[in-house]
């Protein structure tokens, strides 16, 4: 997936650990200083926390506490409102991907990372059942460019 022109965001993680108590995946930190807030071929939102200009209300930990509740944290969603977790036990670099699609009635575990995940399913090694089609090859874009 090409990486955009105007590149990834800058997150102070140490600083966002101290507010929230949150401690986010390596994969996924450097995700973001790469690629950062966006879309994946118009089709999956890809959440960040806040940096400087965030233009948005919501973001990743929006009303979120650690731990959470339920065990997930959501990084990324569809245009079907099928969800993308991370299942937050143990070590943040040993959690699963979690994906739970719009009716809810079963969720699909992954044993791998969120950017092990995303590789994967833009190669078409792993096929969830999404309920948004996915267009491939895949594509990236960035939040800066949809406010043009």
Same mark, same amino acid.
């Given at each position: 997936?090409?990486?955009?022109?105007?590149?990834?965001?800058?997150?102070?993680?140490?600083?966002?650990?101290?507010?929230?108590?949150?401690?986010?995946?390596?994969? *996924?930190?450097?995700?973001?200083?790469?690629?950062?807030?966006?879309?994946? #071929?118009?089709?999956?939102?890809?959440?960040?926390?806040? /940096? $400087?200009? *965030?233009?948005?209300?919501?973001?990743?930990?929006?009303?979120?506490?650690?731990?959470?509740?339920?065990?997930?944290?959501?990084?990324?969603?569809?245009?079907?409102? $099928? $969800?993308?977790?991370?299942?937050?036990?143990?070590?943040?670099?040993?959690?699963?991907?979690? /994906?739970?699609?719009?009716?809810?009635?079963?969720?699909?575990?992954?044993?791998?990372?969120?950017?092990?995940?995303?590789?994967?399913?833009?190669?078409?090694?792993?096929?969830?059942?999404?309920?948004?089609?996915?267009?491939?090859?895949?594509? /990236?874009?960035?939040?800066?460019? #949809?406010?043009?």
């Amino acid at each position: 997936m090409p990486v955009p022109a105007e590149g990834g965001d800058a997150v102070d993680w140490d600083v966002l650990r101290a507010e929230t108590g949150w401690r986010l995946p390596a994969d *996924y930190r450097d995700f973001v200083a790469v690629y950062g807030l966006g879309t994946i #071929s118009d089709s999956i939102g890809i959440s960040t926390p806040p /940096f $400087d200009g *965030y233009p948005y209300g919501d973001h990743l930990l929006f009303r979120t506490e650690w731990p959470p509740a339920d065990g997930t944290l959501a990084w990324a969603t569809n245009e079907a409102a $099928d $969800d993308f977790l991370w299942r937050c036990a143990g070590e943040p670099d040993q959690w699963k991907v979690t /994906f739970r699609p719009r009716e809810r009635h079963r969720e699909y575990t992954y044993d791998m990372g969120m950017a092990e995940f995303l590789l994967r399913l833009v190669r078409g090694d792993i096929h969830p059942p999404l309920g948004a089609q996915l267009s491939l090859p895949a594509r /990236f874009e960035s939040w800066r460019a #949809s406010l043009l």
